[in-house]
């Protein structure tokens, strides 16, 4: 995978965009590549956290702009840009969607356009101190495409979304920690060993609750809240039977650290 870096640290997967000279800016390669992997996440039960982050200074551009541009001289219609995104582009978020693993996004710089939209789909989101956010889309004349202008309100609320995509404006890493775009702000040498500490103690810890909790946030966001029990009431009973609930109750009454076994 050549413009997509794919490894395996323990537990924990890292997925890093790989064409530092373009601003990893997305090619069809890369959002096959970047689908594979999060597949492989995904279907891995020994894979138990991922991380994604950029090579180079730019976390990423988002599209190609220069691409876009001679596709559109060259005719391209209406019919094959959508086509592009929800046969291409839009894989990434649906498939993120199915993945109940932590999902961590460490943005090592800029983060604009549909770049921006896809650190909005981690679950944690750390940045360096360098990092900054734009939704640029309207400065070409353009609308978001990749789910920002569904993910940012439900972030930060509907006025600043709105703002930052009216005006496409860049956000720098204290704002966007301010905001609540971003978990934390941390200087760029400690970025990456911060995003895999935190990948590490989740791929360490319990894991089918932590994979739970995952999903029981995610239908709360859409259920409501007699529904939102059912389900935890049934979570409960799943969790209730694993191995790793057992050590650790039996752990706390040892007073002792508990040792998970993911299962």
Known sequence: MSELLFERQGGVAVITLNRPDSGNAFTLEM?????????ECIADAAIRAVVLTGAGRIFCSGGDVKRMARNAAA?????????????????????????????????NGAATGAGMDMALMGDLRFAAESARFAESYIKVGFVAGDGGAWMLPRLIGTPKALEMLWTGDFVAAA?????????????????????????????SGPTVAIRLMKRMVRQGAASSFPEALAFAASCVGVVSGTEDYREATAAFAEKRKPAFQGR
Do not use: C, F
């Not at 959002?31 to 597949?39: C, F, G, K, N």
């Open 31 to 39: 959002l096959a590549d970047w689908e594979r992997a999060l597949r």
């Open 175 to 203: 704002e966007a920690e301010r905001i609540g775009l971003v978990n934390k702000v941390l200087p760029d040498a400690e970025l990456l060993p911060h995003t895999m500490a935190v990948a590490e103690r989740l791929a």
């Open 75 to 107: 005719g391209q219609g209406p019919w094959d840009r959508s086509k592009y995104l929800t046969d291409h582009v839009h894989r990434i978020p649906l498939t993120v969607l199915e993945l109940d693993k932590p999902y961590l996004v460490a943005v």
